[in-house]
């Protein structure tokens, strides 16, 4: 019997999104493997507010399967919004780490940080799955006196057998 805590992780959207995709073209990636790790009660699921109005601005079939079948069945816990996620936020946005007109993606780190999430899964290989993101964001959280995060793709979060 494994006796090892559920890992805590913060699913931002593209993850949902990409998801979504795998299953309307019936491919099994390693976000799909994701999703059967998180049956399998190796990961704790939390999303924020944001994710919800993210996915809410998808159109069509996609955002049916994100919102319906995915939010449904996997059931993440929803993360309340606080002021101090926009403060910590808008730290990030000071020093540049993400640009301004992204600030969203801002907001994903922070929720993740202030709510000591393990990880924050993500296939924004733009501004949040970025080498310069992981580093100065971890340095900004140290200084603010938040723990690190680790941030990763799911293919740096699968276990693979």
Same mark, same amino acid.
């Given at each position: 019997?494994?006796?090892?805590?559920?890992?805590?992780?913060?699913?931002? /959207?593209?993850?949902?999104?990409?998801?979504?995709?795998?299953?309307?073209?019936?491919?099994?990636?390693?976000?799909? !493997?994701?999703?059967?790790?998180?049956?399998?009660?190796?990961?704790?699921?939390?999303?924020?507010? $944001?994710? #919800?109005?993210?996915?809410?601005?998808?159109?069509?079939?996609?955002?049916?399967?994100?919102?319906?079948? $995915?939010?449904?069945?996997? !059931?993440?816990?929803?993360?309340?919004?606080?002021?101090?996620?926009?403060?910590?936020?808008? !730290?990030?946005?000071?020093?540049?780490? #993400?640009?301004?007109?992204?600030?969203?993606?801002?907001?994903?780190?922070?929720?993740?940080?202030?709510?000591?999430?393990?990880?924050?899964?993500?296939?924004?290989?733009?501004?949040?799955?970025?080498?310069? /993101?992981?580093?100065?964001?971890?340095?900004?959280?140290? $200084?603010?006196?938040?723990? /690190?995060?680790?941030?990763? /793709?799911?293919?740096?979060?699968?276990?693979?057998?």
């Amino acid at each position: 019997m494994n006796n090892r805590r559920a890992l805590r992780v913060y699913l931002e /959207t593209t993850v949902w999104n990409f998801f979504a995709i795998e299953k309307e073209e019936k491919t099994a990636g390693p976000v799909t !493997k994701l999703y059967r790790e998180i049956d399998s009660k190796r990961y704790k699921v939390y999303i924020s507010p $944001l994710v #919800i109005v993210e996915i809410e601005r998808t159109k069509g079939k996609k955002r049916y399967n994100m919102l319906k079948n $995915l939010i449904k069945e996997y !059931k993440p816990e929803l993360l309340e919004d606080v002021a101090e996620v926009s403060r910590l936020a808008d !730290k990030y946005l000071s020093a540049k780490i #993400i640009p301004e007109k992204y600030r969203a993606d801002a907001l994903h780190i922070s929720f993740a940080t202030f709510y000591e999430m393990d990880v924050l899964v993500s296939y924004n290989l733009r501004h949040i799955v970025k080498l310069k /993101t992981r580093r100065l964001a971890n340095y900004i959280n140290l $200084l603010e006196g938040y723990k /690190t995060l680790e941030i990763g /793709t799911p293919e740096e979060v699968i276990e693979y057998e």
